[in-house]
């Protein structure tokens, strides 16, 4: 690991230059052959793994050659400036991408070993299994029972109305809103205080039964005591999901997630335990991005 | 866990097929729709424009008119209104007798000279009054043709009807095939059309006078509309106060931007005629009653149009220290303008088409000459349309046609002008 | 002095005081603009206002009463016998006075000729004083509002005062025009419902007003049954209802997500041609193309179908509203924030449950107001049912028939020759009051939703 | 403002109090890993067992590595938690206390290991007493010391923190009486410096669990009592006033 | 100040079970008699004074008894949850508040001791001695140029071109902003970055040389490192201006201000040292909420 | 990851840049103030300069406040800032130096004091040769190891952490040196027992340093190489390969 870092040295010094200020959609063209993340890109048995991934906009390209695997059970934050490409990687992973229609994608994505990329792949059984979560929370305009429900219902899960209770129940509880709600379940979801509503969102994500939630930017709309609570539920929700989670908020990836990611203008710079990323990164780049020393 | 997930998901695939063979039904009725409103539009196109479009030509006939000096007098004598007097029809009937020698029978004689338009007197006169050095020669002119013959000649005739269900006995129609062999009879760029007021002879009925009505009314709804359309909404939206009173003016503009035409029109004909006294049938009223009827569409297009100025905008201007007047029109209108024009170009390109109120003024009129101010009685582009589409002559349908023909073009040009302004001046916050 | 020429010489005069206004705020404070209270060009518009807002109201109050106190003095010089006439005949002496002055015909009664030539006289000066007066009272202005400016004056509180109540007499125009529907109907239609009873005409089954302006039939006031109007125009609605929303919703849906980018730049512009179409057109699209071709396959099928049945009325009308009702739905289906739609997706919907569950749901109400709004405006709807209804007023069902609406009732009875105290004319009235009734409850019922709608995510 | 309470819990995060709960408990179980340590060392001395001297001079690593964990842990809450006000002060008292601690420990080492050595030479009896008397009085002080940290009691703190003093004087007097020995049998010289040595650790002892009460105090008040010699203040709050005077 | 703390512990603990679960729009109406704030209410010679300020909207009470003082050249923080009154007092400042209708403001609020709550007040010149910077950057969309020389131009503050250039000039080389756009005065203000755009709002407002500047959540649009820059903006500034600064993010006021206050439900609960408030704050709701131990 | 550079400026915050340079001038000051105690009271004790030695003992209250002032600073800019990664390594760092350095304070003070009741006595011209020695290498150590801070060069700390071996057995050889002459002459034993508590704090001088020297290597590298034994390797690298394998 030291010498890969010692290799990078010289590009991230040269790729600092290049960082333009404050203008997140000047992207460096320059295409550097042979980059490599620093850290751990590979994990054992990964849940996802993204292999070379490239994505344009058009003519544009946002994400230069990413590899990452992300390993069942874990929360992994993915942060960077913005305009860095976070949230189109997160999009990849369950094909939110192709609702652009100027997106293409290229590389391998494979979810549990399977390529999620080929055209002929159906997104509806994808999506069910990669669950997202957005940035600001998007409740149906229908009643919390049905917010809930809608997941279920549209995918057949439940034979009869007991189960369906059961599943929304079920799902609430997980994501910590059940006390809260309880006694108004048919009351619209919008009438909710906007942590509520995110956790709402998050309860309607949980009730597909999901493999891996994305989570963009989930709290950047809410104040710090709803999104201190979201943490917290985050963390409960890793024993049982992955959670891939980009946030803006260092502090925040710091609290939440195990594996930390670290993108600059489109590429992956840095992966590593998030422990290891806040107190002693490898990488300059990331060093000066978490300690404010960019630009 | 794993088994629970797999379980999930195996539901999740039974139910695909059914759920993506609903998906294409609906995404097939989506496009019947969209396929329905088009193809009817293009099937009135079609047919508006295929009946229309023969309009722009007539038929003519050309004759070898000797101008006497026994009919107009010689060029020296006679007065320019002796001359406007004499009697050209006797030129012209003189004309056509020496081209048909065959004919002698009094109901021959009036059968031929039927073949031309009545109008065609006019056009001989106009022509000899612009041009006195012409008398005593013999010239050759083409001249308007009788609608039943244009009709003919333009195939709406069928030939092959027993004599009795025509209007053109076989007699005319050998007449008719013997100047078409000669090259005298022919359909010709319909000059008249274009330059003249209504007339009750189809082959003599313009668009002119309805046209230049339309555009006298417009302008008094512009001038009228316009600004208190704008200064309205502005007002409503950046001054009023919540109040009992700025409730029921939005209640009320939301409301008169829905009330039917028609009544607009009672309230012209009750208000501005019968109790303010203003002409029947003027521009100027029909100017007004429209901008009446446009005034709500102005003020809500404009009021959603500054609504879309950001409050940020607002804020900020006010945080600078402007005041609210200030931030309006330095800021908020600016930025509102392209909005409100497409909204006040609509809104006219509307009042351009509307007819009901005009019928209720009196507008539907038949008026002949083309009207020289607001005050004069005129007609409007889409009550002459209503008028031709009325009138029995099957030669009107096509002007009717070729009216709406030049009435859409005009709403095109309207509309074309709107989604100019749109694009020259969106903005994205 | 012409008033388009006095006009002019105001602008100036109040472009001038601008200037002067402008000039001497800024002398006042040694040309610092920092010790100014306001803006120099407030102090200038200040002035500017002085100058023209006394002129110009003398102007309108001039020219408002001008007549008729030109009249009442030349009324007055006029023989005794004029004085003594009864008020009809005054009207037509002085339509006649009038006309006289005016050139137009010449009068045989020499007073009649002596006060026109008096009326033009006085009327030129009359025309001249105003003038005079006008300019004085500008200069006037002008001065006191060069005299009042001082550095620390708030001219622009006083001329945004002055703005403000420029936009709020605007905005009240509406309110007058309001008004001025209701009284201009509703005193005709009280005077219809004196001959005759309100319930006859709400209730009542046959509607032929021909009969009542028959000459030997005076007394007999026809009957006034609007039943059949009003089936005929809820029939005609219907059938443009049953026409227009699902062609229209559906259109809207698929335009706004299926649609790739290529068509739909043609598709919409194509369907906004639609809603930009006269609807004189309409009418005579309907009358000329659409009827006979109803007729003519209804023959073949063996069915008997009236040459101005209220299905071609319908039917065209439909197409006319599909439009309205489609870029309706396309604004409130584009206001449903892509966050929903991203939400389902999410989920594993597809695109039409997407649609079906999501964005419908969340549209609905302001759909459902697009559609009361089409109805309101089928009701309303005169130029096609004009051309393309018939005028027969059969009370029927049956869509092949011929049915007459009440905007073809008022059309008829008012166009041509009014004789205005006849039940036949007052009868349009009483019909337009009705048909203002009907629209305005069904546009308030669909404002409401509309708005409530818009609340949701705002 | 004296009895401003702090809790260490009911923050929105549950993982944050678990963390902060975590660190706390990995104080004080290097808090009794020491003490027993200290304990030993002194059974060590008493007892003649230089078996137990050595095994004490052995375990000090685990100290060792308790006090790097402790560390690390801190600084990773430092870098996600980035805490403030009470679990700030908090969190920079840890990294405090298990300095003082891991020296406690590494005195204790020294005391195993003289113990070892002095475990050779003959067993004065009388003598050791004053030295366990110190011992229990240190090893008391230092166990309040780390009850304060637990109960964040900064009273009790400032109890323990007055009682240096005496320590001191204790350690003084024993040294008086060592050189008085030593003067008396120079013979004596070589094992008796090594009781000094063992003396001297005590009193190092004392003053680091005094340490640790000054930093209590600051945990619990915010205000920084060391260095101004709180022994001749009868409570807290004279010494909290004298500071605000001072500001 | 001990007593003072003394005093106020039964209350807040009142207070803090009376929290609302996340809901920001409801608001105990409690009228507790004898509330106090605890810290330095008071400065020497303030700019801003204000005392017993409340503040409805409609019926509703936002803003209870707040009274405060602004020194002159200081950064003062106002945090407290969302809800809680912040913007609303901000508002009042410069009267924004003037421009929604239903809101009331009571009490006396002083600028260099004039009162500027009568009716009769003008706006104008008050909102140009204390300028506002908002939320979201709001340039007008006008070029650079017109966005900075606006406020000047609708003073009256330049005898001619010349002296408005140089203030322009002088304005966006105080905001930190003149190096980045000298070259492109004359382009939308609108094609700015985030970053950007907010130092050019803190450029407008500086053009009229105001004496104070009024911030709410001027960085809650922005990024990490557009954030950075503007609080480093802001520590220049307050050498000439007194800043007032809204802000959701404790660390942000611990960062950028010298003072800080704390409102909860419309209370201000305590103002002092901003290095005091985060390291050792009196309050018990204080340092609840700045330890993110709330509800 | 031998050459990894930390370097405390170009934050986008200007004042973050000035708050840390302040902290490291500040702890640089405190360096500075603690050499020159040291440096006086040895002067002191070889001088036999009792006023010297008094003042030393006096001034230590200027160290104390430093070490007050910088743990202040420290503790804001962790609630301000909320550093990670390097700055928060270095924030920690300036904590536990401070307290080292606080400590090398005290020990000089211990020194001034003992050189002044040492002054009465007579001055033995070549005893305090070795005591001189003894000093100079010390305050070489401290010096380097603040040079080391100061630089944050970790090779240089890890140099001067090695030497630590050397002061431990030059003080082993003075303490024997002592015993043998208080066992020559017991009446010096009391003020050869002063000299031996001046040996015993130049030693826990040297130990502080190694201690400031193991900070600044974890401040470079992220690692903490505390309590293991680095004067048994050649190199740093070799240290941290040692580390990685541990890990
Ligand atoms: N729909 C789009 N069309 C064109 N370019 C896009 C689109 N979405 C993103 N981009 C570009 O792709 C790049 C990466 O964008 P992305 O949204 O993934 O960044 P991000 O890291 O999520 O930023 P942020 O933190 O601001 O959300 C940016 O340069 C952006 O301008
Ligand atoms: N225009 C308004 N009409 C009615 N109530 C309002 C209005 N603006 C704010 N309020 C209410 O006043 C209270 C204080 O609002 P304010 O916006 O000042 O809070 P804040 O502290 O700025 O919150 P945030 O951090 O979310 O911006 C809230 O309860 C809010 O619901
Ligand atoms: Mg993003
Ligand atoms: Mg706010
Ligand atoms: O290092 P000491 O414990 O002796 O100060």
Known sequence: MAGTVHDMMDESSAATEAVPDERPGVMAVEEEKGFQTVGQVEVESPRISVRNCNVWYADKQAIFDVSLDIAANEVIAMIGPSGCGKSTFLRCLNRMNDTIEICRVSGQILLDGEDIQGKDVDVVPLRARVGMVFQKPNPFPKSIYDNVAYGPKIHGLCRNKTELDEMVHQSLVKAGLWEEVKDRLDQPGTGLSGGQQQRLCIARAIAVDPEVILMDEPCSALDPIATARIEDLIDELRHKYTICIVTHSMQQAARVSQRTAYFHLGRLIEVDQTDQIFTNPAHKLTEDYITGRFG | ?429 | MQTGTLLIVLATLAALTYVGGRARALALVAGNPRQLYSLPVHYGVLAALWASLPAVALLLGWTGLEDRIVMGKVWTELPAQYQAMTSDERDLARAELLNVAAGVAPSSDPAITDGAARLVEMKARSKQLRGLLALAVGLLGAAIGIMVLRPNLSARTRVETVFRFFLMACASIAILTTVGIVLSVLFEALRFFQSVPITEFLFGLEWSPQTAIRADQVGSSGSFGAVPLFVGTLLISLIAMLVAVPIGLMSAIYLSEYAAPGVRSVAKPLLEVLAGIPTVVYGFFAALTVAPMLREWGSVLGLDVASESALAAGLVMGVMIIPFISSLSDDVINAVPQAMRDGAFALGATQSETVRNVVIPAALPGIVGGVLLGMSRAVGETMIVVMAAGLAANLTLNPLESVTTITVQIVTLLVGDQEFDSPKTLAAFALGLMLFVVTLILNIIALRIVRRYREIYE | MADKKIEFSHHISRQFDQELEEVRTNVLKMGGLVEQQLDLAMKALTQGDSDLGEQVARDDYKVNSLEVAIDEECSRILAKRSPTASDLRFVVTVIKTITDLERIGDEAEKIGYLAAGLAMAKQPKNRYREIRNLGSHVKQMVHSSLNAFARLDADEAFEVAKRDVEVDEHYESILRQLITFMMEDPRTIRPLLSVMWVARALERIGDHAKNICEYVIYLAHGKDVRHIGMQSHASLAEVERKLDELD
């Open chain 2, 1 to 429: 866990m794993s088994d629970k997930s797999n379980k999930t998901i195996d539901i999740v695939h039974a139910g695909l097929a059914r759920r993506h063979r609903k998906e294409r039904w609906f995404r097939r009725m989506g496009v019947a729709a969209l396929s329905v409103g088009i193809l009817f539009l293009l099937f009135l196109f079609v047919t508006i424009f295929g009946n229309g479009w023969s309009a722009f030509q007539h038929a003519q006939v050309r004759l070898q008119i000797e101008l006497s000096t026994s009919v107009l007098g010689s060029p020296e004598t006679t007065s320019n209104d002796e001359l406007r007097r004499a009697d050209y029809g006797r030129l012209i009937r003189d004309a056509l007798l020496d081209y048909f020698p065959e004919v002698d029978s009094r109901r021959e004689r009036r059968a031929v000279s039927g073949l031309v338009s009545s109008g065609a007197v006019y056009q001989l006169r106009d022509m000899v009054v612009s041009r006195p050095q012409l008398i005593g020669e013999v010239i050759d002119v083409w001249l308007v043709a009788d609608d039943e013959v244009d009709m003919l000649v333009k195939g709406y005739i069928d030939r092959t009807l027993d004599e009795s269900e025509r209007r053109i006995s076989n007699e005319e129609l050998g007449w008719i095939d013997k100047l078409v062999a000669d090259g005298r009879l022919d359909l010709r760029l319909n000059r008249t059309f274009l330059v003249s007021g209504d007339s009750r002879d189809p082959e003599m009925a313009g668009i002119l006078g309805a046209a230049t009505g339309s555009l006298l009314a417009l302008v008094v709804t512009m001038v009228l509309a316009f600004p208190i359309g704008v200064a309205a909404a502005v007002y409503l939206e950046e001054f009023a106060p919540r109040s009992r009173l700025t409730d029921l003016i939005e209640v009320n503009i939301n409301n008169l931007a829905a009330v039917p035409s028609i009544v607009f029109g009672l309230l012209g004909l009750a208000v501005l005629i019968n109790f303010v006294g203003m002409p029947r049938s003027a521009p100027v009223v029909g100017g007004v009653v429209l901008a009446l009827m446009t005034l709500p569409t102005i003020i809500i297009a404009s009021r959603a149009s500054l609504q879309s100025v950001p409050p940020s905008i607002r804020e900020a201007a006010l945080g600078m220290g402007a005041s609210r007047t200030q931030a309006v029109t330095h800021h908020v209108l600016p930025l509102a303008m392209p909005g409100v024009l497409t909204g006040a170009i609509l809104g006219m390109a509307r009042a351009l088409g509307e007819t009901a109120p005009l019928l209720m003024i009196g507008m539907v009129a038949f008026v002949v000459d083309i009207p020289g101010g607001f005050s004069d009685p005129s007609t409007a582009l889409p009550v002459q349309i209503f008028l031709w589409a009325d009138s029995p002559e099957r030669a009107f349908v096509e002007k009717t046609s070729a009216a709406i023909m030049v009435l859409l073009v005009f709403l095109l040009l309207m509309n074309l002008l709107a989604v100019y302004l749109r694009r020259k001046f969106e903005r994205r916050w």
